[in-house]
């Protein structure tokens, strides 16, 4: 069973920076892990995605240049580091994993979430 906690939001200035953290346990480097947010009255929106030993990693187009996905697989640790932050960012942002294959912007493929950490960007 995999369990997820994310850490790290709060809220800033457009412009900003933060940090996410997601601390994992019970699951292997085999899983797929990404991030994902949702904004109130909106689905959830796939962010980024880091792949197996983390050779491969995928953003969603409106976060490319401003945010970066990595992980410590010696810790379980999965980090997303957002810069350049917008107001549009402002939502609650979710870690999770998957032992499957698909596509990776689908939040159906994941069966593994944590209860998600708030990012409020302010203008």
């Known amino acids: 069973q995999v369990q997820l906690v994310e850490s790290g939001g709060g809220s800033v200035q457009a412009g900003g920076s933060l940090n996410l953290s997601c601390a994992a346990s019970?699951?292997?480097?085999?899983?797929?892990m990404a991030w994902f947010r949702q904004a109130p009255g909106k689905e959830r929106e796939a962010v980024a995605t880091?792949?197996?030993?983390?050779?491969?990693?995928f953003y969603a187009d409106s976060v490319k240049g401003r945010f970066t996905v990595s992980r410590d697989n010696a810790e379980n640790v999965l980090y997303l580091q957002m810069n350049s932050l917008k107001p549009e960012d402002t939502a609650s942002y979710y870690c999770?994993?998957?032992?499957?294959?698909?596509?990776?912007?689908?939040?159906?493929?994941?069966?593994?979430w944590g209860r998600g950490t708030q990012v409020t960007v302010s203008s």
């Open positions: 999770a994993a998957t032992k499957r294959t698909g596509p990776w912007n689908h939040p159906e493929l994941y069966s593994s």
């Open positions: 880091i792949i197996v030993g983390g050779e491969q990693r």
């Open positions: 019970g699951y292997t480097i085999r899983d797929w």
